[in-house]
Structures are given as structure tokens and as C-alpha cells.
């Protein structure tokens, strides 16, 4: 199975832009957002806060998608790991990508944990919210998830995508009918509010019963932090270079706000409904229910396939990542032997719930540690050319290691850690000096090893030869734009008629159970809408498209 690990994409493997919706969608509408979501609940964050902070923090991860991430993607067609070591040379990239291959096992680890909080419920295990497992039984359900996700990153990015494309119009559904199912849990707990007519009393009953302003320190900027910088590692610091790669336009960057907006925002504020329904539901605090739990309390047999899923739709993509990551210290070593290594790791974190316990901490030290790398790649790529040095000098001197990169990455870290110890700044915020840091830094310390005087002869034959793949890549899709498009076939068109019918019917259950209180009711019918759905689903997309004439 041919990933080009190590060279460009070819014209003939770029994906539509159904693809990218899928994977963003089915990726960042998951299993952290069942954890993420009722955090904020949990932590005492005021309704207004957690609103306007998520559409700031996530307006603010598209657009450094959208302006950052895609176009280098695009242009390169190479992986994060390849390119990261065109400009900063083997030497570094060796130890980025231990490190960055590291952060990611740990990320995707947490994910197989919130898959198996689900399990664990079949089997009548208790919440595993330490950071140790306290059954032994719970070990089995992880390594059992993780033996199935590991299977699935080995087949690669197609395989990854279509998984996500089968999930994803699912999971968003299920986010919105788990809340809805259990407002009339909300309200009947808030003497305050008797029913909801109109937007005032929904904000009342959020303020009274959901996202209740216990005076903390976190607040809208936090928020923004938390929204803008949960996946930094994927934008700002280019780790979707990896699966924007393979973008026929860098504009599909945009498809992210589907990820974002629906997953980042709603379906944070979905989850946070469904944590402070299933809390008072089951008269405990909110901190001593995982993931498993909530989705159970809200959607019953549903809700536990619902966080398999997400805990799947995560980690999936997560494992490709990190196989790769592994993959480029060695070009010989097979990606699909490597990813089967990473998870293994990953499934033996996964046992051990110490990053699902602690995620939003972890998630900005991820975003610390590997926004340096972001900033030098951006200042190499978009600013050498306008300061006059030699793009890729690196590569044309013949370096081992780009000496200006790795002191960049030590000094930007530095300045981060003394921001946090000094000045008390939030670990969530030290992503944005650390990134900024690197882009004014790393050009200044290049050009006193001599990236001004490298030979400039030599860069511009590089140059030429990639601008004849940039040529050739667009005349190839030129071409394909004027070919015949593939009709529909009226099988298909059907089985998405039926496919959204299965979805729509979801939600009138979940009205209807609104209505009239009847949550058990609801419980067994959400799961025949479910059946029907992966059923439709998944024969459309493993069904083959018609060829063009």
C-alpha cells in the first residue's frame, strides 16, 4: 500500500473533497468531545465564557488551516516528517520524531481509553477516572479496542477516510439527540426554569443547571485557548500536512470548520448537556463519570457505540500519524510493520487512563512542544525568498542537522517555560509565544550560519524541479476537471435518501422522548435507527463508483 512516505503525492492519488470532510468530521467529532465538553461544566466555566471563547478559539484553528497548514501541504505534497527534514536535516528529525511519534501514542492512547470507558460497561466494570487502572478486566477491553483500531491506521489513509466517511454524519447526529434527550432531565432538576419556549430560558436553564459560573480562574480567554490550541499540533505545527497531502486544492483546509464548528463547538456544548443531564441523572459529581457513562445515561446500548466510534475516529488517524512519524528515521522500515509497533504502544497507554484524566493539560504541552517546529517550517517556506536568504539551504549545503532549527526549538521552549514558571502564564496559552518565537528567531539565527551565502545556483536547479511537478500535477487535474464526471447511480442516490432518512428518524425519537419524558423508550428505539443506518452506510461507501467514459 503505497502512502509516498517519503515523496510526493502523486497526481493520481489525490482524493475529492468529501475525503477531507469525512476524516475532519469523524476525527473532531469524537471521543475528546465527550471529555472536553463536560470539563468545562465541570470546571465551573460561565455559559457566556464557554460560548464566545469557542468561537473565537475555533474561528481562529480554521484560519490557521486555512492559511498556514493547507497551502504548505499542497504545494509540498510531502508528510510533515519529510519536509521537517528537507529543511532541518536527519539529525533533527530523528529526535522530532521520537518525540513527536511519542506525544501522539500518548494522544491516541487516550482515545482507545474512552473507546473502552464504553465497553467496560458491557461487562458491569467500574469508571476508570484515575490514572492507573483499578480492574483488571478493563486492561483486556483496551487492548481488544486497540487491536482493531491498530488494524485499521495499518490500512492507511483511504481506509482511515472511508471509516470516518461511514461514522461521521452518525456521530454528529448522536451528540445533538443525546442532548436533546435529557434537557427534560435538566429542566425538571431546575425549579427555576419549568419548560424551555425560547432562547431566554435555554440560556437560564445553561446558566442554572450546565455551565453554572463558580468564579474560577478559567474564563473566555482560556476557552478561546483551549479551542484554538487542542489541535495545534495539526495545524499550527503542520501535523495535517500529513493528510492534507493529499488535497487536490489547498482550499479543502476549509472542510476543518466541519470539525471545528459542528465538533469543536456543538458538539462540545452537546456533550456538556448530556455530562450535567447524566450527573444529575444518577445524583453524582460529574468528575467521578468517564465518558462511557454519560453516553450511556443519555442514548443507552446507542451511547455506547457512539464513544466506541469516537474513541475509533480519533485514534485512527492519530496512529497513522505516528506510524509515520516513526517511519521517517528509517525509509526501509515498512509503514505498515512500523504502525503495527505504535499500536502496540499505544494500546498499552491506553490501559493506563493518566491522559484521559488529564487531557486539556496534556493537549497544551503537545501544542508547546511542537509549535516551534510549526514557526520554523512556516519562516523557511513563506519568509526566506522575502529576506533574501536561500530556501532550503540546509539541504543544499548538505548538513546532517540545521544547527539555527534545533537551538530555535530549545529557545522557544525556553521562553514558554519561563512565561509559565516566572509569570504564571497558563499552560493552555504558551503555544502562541512559542510559535512566534520560532518564526522570528529561526530566520535570524540562519542567516548568521550563512543561509544568505548559500549556493544559490544549486537551490534554484531544486527549485526548477519541483516547480516542473507543481506544472505537471496541474495540468493532470486540469484534465480530470474536463473529463466526463461518473454518474450517480440510482442504487446509490437511494441508499442516501435512506441513509438521511435513518438519521432524521434519530432525531424525531429523541423530540418525541423530549415530549414526553420517556428516556427508557427512547433508549431502545435510538438503537433500531442506529442498526439501520451503518447498515445503508456502509454499503454505500464500499459500493464502487460507475467509471467515466
Known amino acids: 500500500m503505497s502512502e509516498f512516505d517519503r515523496v510526493p503525492v502523486e497526481p493520481d492519488s489525490l482524493k475529492p473533497g468529501r475525503y477531507f470532510a469525512a476524516s475532519y468530521a469523524g476525527e473532531h467529532v469524537a471521543?475528546?468531545?465527550?471529555?472536553?465538553?463536560?470539563?468545562?461544566?465541570?470546571?465551573?466555566?460561565?455559559?457566556?465564557?464557554?460560548?464566545?471563547?469557542?468561537?473565537?478559539?475555533?474561528?481562529?484553528?480554521?484560519?490557521?488551516?486555512?492559511?498556514?497548514?493547507?497551502?504548505?501541504?499542497?504545494?509540498?505534497r510531502l508528510t510533515l516528517y519529510t519536509y521537517l527534514e528537507k529543511i532541518t536535516g536527519p539529525g533533527f528529525i530523528k529526535i522530532y520524531s521520537v518525540v513527536n511519534g511519542i506525544l501522539f501514542c500518548v494522544l491516541a492512547g487516550a482515545m482507545i481509553t474512552v473507546s473502552a470507558s464504553a465497553v467496560r460497561i458491557l461487562f458491569n466494570i467500574p469508571p476508570q477516572v484515575h490514572w492507573y487502572p483499578t480492574d483488571l478486566s478493563f486492561i483486556f477491553v483496551a487492548i481488544s479496542v486497540g487491536v482493531v483500531i491498530s488494524y485499521s491506521a495499518m490500512r492507511g489513509f483511504t481506509f482511515v477516510a472511508q471509516f470516518a466517511e461511514v461514522s461521521a454524519p452518525w456521530m454528529i447526529s448522536m451528540f445533538f439527540i443525546g442532548a436533546i434527550a435529557l434537557m427534560p432531565t435538566l429542566v425538571a432538576g431546575t425549579p427555576a426554569v419549568s419548560t424551555?419556549?425560547?432562547?431566554?430560558?435555554?440560556?437560564?436553564?445553561?446558566?442554572?443547571?450546565?455551565?453554572r459560573d463558580m468564579g474560577t480562574e478559567m474564563n473566555v480567554w482560556h476557552v478561546t485557548a483551549i479551542a484554538w490550541g487542542a489541535n495545534l499540533a495539526f495545524h499550527g505545527a503542520l501535523g495535517?500536512?500529513?493528510?492534507l497531502r493529499f488535497a487536490k486544492k489547498s482550499s479543502y483546509a476549509w472542510y476543518s470548520a466541519i470539525g471545528m464548528f459542528i465538533g469543536h463547538f456543538a458538539a462540545w456544548l452537546a456533550a456538556g448537556i448530556m455530562g450535567a443531564g447524566a450527573a444529575m441523572l444518577l445524583g453524582k459529581a460529574l468528575t467521578s463519570l468517564d465518558a462511557g457513562e454519560v453516553a450511556y445515561q443519555a442514548l443507552g446500548s446507542a451511547g455506547i457505540l457512539a464513544v466506541i466510534i469516537a474513541g475509533w475516529t480519533t485514534s485512527n488517524p492519530t496512529i497513522y500519524r505516528a506510524g509515520l512519524a516513526f517511519q521517517s528515521l528509517n525509509p526501509n522500515w515498512s509503514r505498515e510493520k512500523v504502525t503495527l509497533a505504535v499500536g502496540v504502544i499505544t494500546t498499552i497507554i491506553a490501559c493506563f487512563p493518566f491522559v484521559f484524566t488529564g487531557l486539556l493539560n496534556y493537549l497544551g504541552i503537545m501544542a508547546l512542544v511542537m509549535a516551534p517546529t510549526g514557526g520554523i517550517i512556516f519562516a523557511e517556506h513563506y519568509l526566506f525568498k522575502k529576506l533574501d536568504l536561500v530556501r532550503y539551504w540546509r539541504e543544499v549545503r548538505d548538513d546532517k542537522i540545521n544547527i539555527p532549527a534545533a537551538v530555535t526549538w530549545i529557545i522557544s521552549v525556553t521562553i514558554a517555560a519561563i512565561l509559565s514558571f516566572e509569570f504564571d502564564v497558563h499552560v493552555l496559552f504558551l503555544f502562541v509565544?512559542?510559535?512566534?518565537s520560532a518564526v522570528i528567531i529561526y530566520p535570524v539565527l540562519a542567516k548568521g550560519a550563512g543561509a544568505g551565502k548559500a549556493d544559490r545556483s544549486a537551490a534554484d536547479r531544486l527549485e526548477h524541479t519541483e516547480n516542473n511537478r507543481k506544472m505537471n500535477e496541474k495540468a493532470y487535474l486540469l484534465l480530470q476537471e474536463e473529463a466526463n464526471k461518473p454518474p450517480t447511480s440510482m442504487v446509490k442516490l437511494i441508499l442516501k435518501i435512506l441513509a438521511v432518512a435513518a438519521i432524521i428518524s434519530g432525531f424525531v425519537v429523541a423530540i418525541n422522548a423530549y415530549g414526553s419524558g420517556d428516556l427508557e423508550r427512547f433508549k431502545s428505539e435510538i438503537i433500531i435507527t442506529t442498526v439501520a443506518y451503518f447498515v445503508v452506510a456502509i454499503i454505500l461507501v464500499i459500493m464502487p463508483e460507475k467509471k467515466a467514459k
Not at 39 to 68: E, K, P, R, S, Y
Not at 196 to 210: R, T
Not at 433 to 436: G, H, T, V
Open 196 to 211: 424551555i419556549n425560547n432562547a431566554a430560558d435555554l440560556l437560564q436553564l445553561s446558566q442554572l443547571s450546565i455551565w
Open 433 to 436: 509565544p512559542a510559535w512566534f
Open 31 to 76: 471521543g475528546t468531545e465527550f471529555v472536553i465538553g463536560a470539563m468545562f461544566v465541570a470546571w465551573g466555566v460561565g455559559t457566556i465564557d464557554v460560548i464566545q471563547g469557542l468561537i473565537i478559539g475555533n474561528a481562529l484553528a480554521v484560519l490557521t488551516w486555512v492559511l498556514v497548514c493547507g497551502p504548505i501541504a499542497t504545494d509540498t
Open 240 to 243: 495535517d500536512m500529513t493528510i
